[in-house]
Nanobody, 120 residues
Framework: QVQLVESGGGLVQAGGSLRLSCVAS????????MGWYRQAPGKQRELVARITRGGSTDYVGSVKGRFTISRDNAKNTVYLQMNSLKSEDTAVYFCYVRAYYSEISYSDYWGRGTQVTVSS
């Protein structure tokens, strides 16, 4: 089992910044993917950004150039720096990790979510 603790959400004005953090703990061999999804009211959950253990990143097009994902492997922590926030970024943000228990056995885990609200 893996436990995920998210922090850093809140209310911010458009154009402002927030930094999300997520710490993973538990018994696992390693963590490959770490990332963030979000879900706005009435919409499907979407991938915002993800990062591999080696540092390769993917972003959804709407946040490229504004959001930066990073991780600290020693601390099993992933961060999402969100700059130039827009009202359309308002959503619940969920931390996601893929934890490996062997070279081929893994499970995906989700945090409980943290609310990000951007006022215009």
């Amino acid at each position: 089992q893996v436990q995920l603790v998210e922090s850093g959400g809140g209310l911010v004005q458009a154009g402002g910044s927030l930094r999300l953090s997520c710490v993973a703990s538990g018994n696992f061999f390693s963590i490959n993917y770490m990332g963030w999804y979000r879900q706005a009211p009435g919409k499907q959950r979407e991938l915002v950004a993800r990062i591999t253990r080696g540092g390769s990143t993917d972003y959804v097009g709407s946040v490229k150039g504004r959001f930066t994902i990073s991780r600290d492997n020693a601390k099993n922590t992933v961060y999402l720096q969100m700059n130039s926030l827009k009202s359309e970024d308002t959503a619940v943000y969920f931390c996601y990790v893929r934890a490996y228990y062997s070279e081929i056995s893994y499970s995906d885990y989700w945090g409980r979510g943290t609310q990000v609200t951007v006022s215009s």
